[in-house]
């Protein structure tokens, strides 16, 4: 039969806001999280990368939050552009290079 | 720098049939890992290679197998495919933690 898909919670922003992604991971013996953007038809592209010995760091409009307590990740991304939406997925490392993703969230940008 | 190629980009087989996909990493990459996407699972990691030795493995049946050269090119291969094989796979290399996707390539199992 038909499988069913995903339901991607979806985040809807206006052009020039702030956007603020959220993802909660499994593994508390992690100790590098990244995460992707995804654009339909392509494969994810790296947006920035975190370690567990920090709990913020910041790239080109992107931050990274870790807290490690609750086991979250969030992404913001400043001033928000229609070239932002995207799928957004964050992930973590288990063993080697090997990663575990999240689900993903669907980020729409409205002009 | 050239990036991650995958080929082929698209490819439509029947059931029972098996198939054999290739991803060429970036240049001085030695590890290479396997990812498969599908609307209902996301993405789910299938294994790593890294020297020619598979490092890590996922989940998944022995009908899903890999392996690596010593050029690092890596090829996957899925054996007696079913419907629910039909999925986008990523290949990625990487010389540390940051792993860097190819485009993919998309099976359709009929």
């Known amino acids: 039969g038909e499988s069913v898909g995903l339901h991607l919670p979806t985040l809807s922003v206006q052009e020039g806001d702030n956007s603020i992604i959220n993802c909660a991971y499994s593994?508390?013996?992690?100790?590098?999280f990244i995460w992707y953007k995804q654009e339909s038809g392509k494969g994810p592209q790296f947006i920035i990368d975190?370690?567990?010995?920090?709990d913020k760091r910041q790239g080109q409009r992107v931050t990274v939050l870790l807290n490690k307590t609750v086991k979250h990740l969030s992404l913001q991304i400043a001033a928000t552009q229609p070239g932002d939406s995207a799928v957004y997925f964050c992930?973590?490392?288990?063993?080697?290079?090997?990663?575990?993703f999240g689900k993903g969230t669907s980020l729409l940008v409205t002009p | 720098k050239a990036g991650v190629t995958q080929t082929p980009r698209y490819l439509i087989k029947t059931r029972g049939q098996q198939v054999t996909l290739s991803c060429s990493p970036i240049?001085?990459?030695?590890?290479v890992s396997w990812y498969q996407q599908t609307p209902g699972q996301g993405l789910q990691f299938l294994f790593e290679?890294?020297?020619?030795?598979?490092?890590n493995k996922g989940n998944f049946p022995g009908r899903f197998s890999g392996r690596q050269f010593s050029n690092s090119r890596s090829e996957m291969n899925v054996s007696t495919l079913e419907l629910g094989d039909s999925a986008l796979y990523l290949c990625?290399?990487?010389?540390?933690?940051?792993?860097?996707f190819g485009p993919g390539t998309r099976l359709t199992v009929l």
């Open positions: 240049s001085g990459h030695r590890s």
């Open positions: 992930a973590e490392n288990f063993s080697g290079y090997a990663l575990n």
């Open positions: 990625a290399s990487s010389l540390a933690y940051e792993q860097f």
């Open positions: 975190i370690r567990s010995n920090m």
């Open positions: 290679y890294f020297s020619e030795t598979q490092r």
């Open positions: 593994n508390s013996a992690s100790d590098y």
